[in-house]
Structures are given as C-alpha cells and as structure tokens.
C-alpha cells in the first residue's frame, strides 16, 4: 500500500573529508535535517542550479537556438541562478552530532551555520548530501509504487 503522506523533512548523514595535514584528510560526520521537496519544486530548483551564470540576453539566445524554453528562460530571470549559499538557508532545518572544541554539542541557529559552512570543504558536502537525501527520498517512493503493483 501507497501512503500519499510523507514526512516534511528528511535527515542525511552529511561525510565531510577536512584537510588536516599536507595530504591527509580526516571524515567528519554530522546528520543534517533537510526539508523534503516535491518533485515540481525539485524541478524548478535544478534548473536554477543547472543554469549557468549568464545575462538576459544570454538567456534569450539560448531559448531562440532550442537550448531553453520560454518558460524556463522566464523562471530563470525571476528567481535568478540558486547558490550553494540559498540551498543552505533555505532547506536546512537542523542538525545533530556537530560539537565544538570542548566537546559541547554547538546549537543549531544562524551564526553557527554561518561558521561551519566557511569551513572548506563542509558547504559543498552538504549540498549535495541534499541532493541525495532529496533523490533517496524519490526512490522510496517509486520502491513503494513498484511493491504495490503501481508504475
């Protein structure tokens, strides 16, 4: 059986490899809460990622040799190209497992975001264990429609 209700978020572990010594690198690892998106704001989300960072009359050079439609041409120059920075913002919700030097679990609010995110390489690790709790969440999904006998 389908259950058309899901959660609004999901957690991921997020596995980031920080350089500590000339080739070394050490994981560290933290679970992150992200908010669950429908497949139509997912689109919407990746053609803006997908996007390069290019002016209007780019973009309407690319929707006249077929490489845009209109409409995604039109969605691109009013929400403008996503970055890495708005994905953060916007669909992390929590996190669990993140302490500071004294082994004190560090609270989830704004500026504790800002300062672990400006520690390379743990933004780009957390976009895309986004990404990838957004495409497991749409795989359980069609696992659930497929053991039900759905397409």
Do not use: C
């Not at 997020?14 to 908010?35: G, L, M, S």
Request: hydrophobic share 40%.
């Amino acid at each position: 059986m389908f259950n058309l209700s899901t959660s609004e978020t999901i957690w991921k572990k997020v596995k980031v490899p920080v350089p500590v010594d000339f080739d070394r690198t050490e994981d560290r690892i933290f679970q992150a809460q992200f908010k669950r998106l429908s497949a139509s704001e997912m689109r919407i989300l990746n053609r803006r990622r997908s996007l390069p960072r290019i002016g209007e009359s780019m973009i309407n050079e690319f929707v006249e040799d077929g490489r845009l439609t209109e409409e995604e041409a039109k969605s691109a120059l009013e929400l403008g190209i996503v970055t890495d920075e708005e994905i953060i913002e916007k669909y992390l919700l929590d996190w669990k497992d993140v302490i500071d030097k004294e082994n004190n679990p560090v609270p989830f609010n704004a500026s504790s975001v800002a300062l672990m995110m400006d520690i390379e390489p743990v933004q780009y690790h957390t976009v895309q264990a986004f990404f990838e709790a957004q495409g497991e969440a749409k795989e359980k999904n069609l696992k659930a429609r497929r053991a039900s006998g759905r397409k």
